[in-house]
């Protein structure tokens, strides 16, 4: 990182992709490189890097000439390492959010509704909110196959519930296989917001 001009100060998010989360877990909380990294917001996730390896590693850095942002870490009790970063800048404030999951109910469609629920309050005492500010989000789901409509399905409402429609915009929303390491989860997701952040400077993309 020193070679980039980045540091611990500079650490915004970090994403572990691991191919064992039970086993790896445990051991990369003992690492220095992990010591680092949880000096911004960090997520840790079950999902095999694609070269073949055992883990590889996102991460997010932010450097600023002149005055520093100041910066407001966050760890919310619940299932497993719920955590967030607010960085705020001269013009503009970003949030990431990492590990966010409610395991309170055994299934998917509920687990993704408390989820984004969980979500939406953190995003309010952060002064922000799901249909203004959120930008990118990632949705690890631990069966896909099975289990993708009813996050799916949740999801949706939980728009619809913050006048989120076609008519409108959704935030870019990756919804893919991945396991946490917290019994009975279903679920999980990592989070990217701005503010502030008026309609005219979001470009809504579809699909082809």
């Not at 407001?72 to 299932?79: E, H, I, K, T």
């Not at 799916?152 to 390491?181: D, E, I, M, W």
């Amino acid at each position: 990182m020193k070679s980039c001009g980045l540091s611990a100060e500079t650490q915004v998010f970090s994403r572990y992709h691991v191919s064992d989360v039970a086993s790896q877990q445990p051991l990369l909380g003992l690492s220095r490189v992990f010591e680092t990294t949880r000096e911004g917001a960090f997520s840790v996730v079950e999902q095999s890097p694609i070269d073949g390896s055992s883990i590889a590693l996102f991460a997010y850095h932010v450097v600023c000439p002149g005055v520093p942002p100041v910066r407001s870490r966050y760890v919310y009790p619940g299932a497993g390492d719920r955590n967030g970063l607010r960085l705020e800048g001269r013009n503009y404030s970003l949030f990431w959010a990492g590990n966010l999951a409610v395991n309170t109910r055994p299934d998917t469609y509920g687990q993704t509704l408390d989820l984004l629920h969980s979500y939406n309050r953190i995003l309010k005492c952060n002064r922000m909110e799901l249909s203004r500010h959120t930008v990118r989000t990632w949705l690890y789901v631990k069966d896909l196959s099975a289990a993708y409509p009813d996050m799916f399905k949740a999801r949706t409402t939980n728009n619809y519930r913050h006048g989120l429609s076609p008519r409108t915009r959704y935030p870019a929303c990756t919804g893919v296989q991945g396991r946490r390491c917290v019994p009975g989860l279903q679920v999980s997701m990592d989070a990217l917001s701005f503010a502030p952040l008026d309609p005219g400077q979001v470009t809504k993309m579809n699909a082809p």
